[in-house]
């Protein structure tokens, strides 16, 4: 599936909606993954019909979940139980803005290296979102790689939802840039499980969010990636503010980056 995505700005909803109209794209909502939203139900109610008062059709966007101190692998069973809970608020919204799918991270200790530790991480979260599917059947979930030093716990908690046709990989490319190992080997491990990618710019150093084409990512070689490995998958330019989402949108189409060619 070839398109592209923004972020919706509330208070420049009319912007959002012409840049939308212009590249195609579908919205990707990053309002709700904050705990203060989560836990305010006149907020969250407000915006949820917002969103579902705009004029547009709402059936291919996505929804970045609650990441934030989200650990479904804990020992501590309350720190699992808010996990558990926050992770359901994001799918409950997803169903009720009737959207195609919501983004969680892996939230790993990614040093952590310890073989239990790393086959709990893996069987946990495979056992929760199994679970999660059949209460939500028809909501695309995708499991996006955050600051993991390499692809292989991704991976193995890959293979074990291999069944799942609603689950996927988010390959956030920013984050694999500043890791441990090149994009390519990410893109080699991943490449059958990758449903959904985001993109922005950064120093390959740290995770800045600065509009494509503004840092040091090679976004030459993300289009010569996406091209040799036959990607046909959507992608998210993950940049906040309306102008860098059109210099990023710009410098995309100008120098054909996938998926804007």
Known sequence: MKSVYIIPKENEIEESLRLSEKYHANFEYNDFFLP???DDEEKKKE????????????????????????????????????????????????????????????????NFKDASYMQNWVQCNANFYKELLREYPGIDI?????????????????KEMKEEPHFGVCLDYAHATISKVSAQVWFESLKPYIKHIHINDNNLEQDQHKPIGQGKIDYKEFHKLMVENEMD???????GQ??????????????????LV
């Not at 309306?242 to 998926?259: T, W």
């Open 36 to 38: 203060f939203i989560l």
């Open 47 to 110: 915006l949820i019909e917002f969103y579902k008062s705009l004029p547009r059709d709402r059936s291919m966007d996505t929804l970045h979940g609650a990441f934030l101190d989200v650990t479904l692998h804990s020992a501590d069973r309350k720190i699992k139980e808010i996990s558990e809970l926050r992770v359901r608020q994001s799918m409950e919204i997803a169903k009720e803005l009737g959207i195609r799918g919501v983004i969680f991270h892996t939230n790993m200790i990614a």
């Open 142 to 158: 995708f499991m996006e790689n955050m600051f993991d030093f390499d692809p292989d716990m991704l991976l193995a908690l890959a």
């Open 233 to 239: 998958v959507s992608v998210l330019v993950e940049v």
């Open 242 to 259: 309306i102008e860098e989402q059109k210099i990023s949108l710009e410098y995309m189409k100008e120098e054909k980056i996938y998926p």
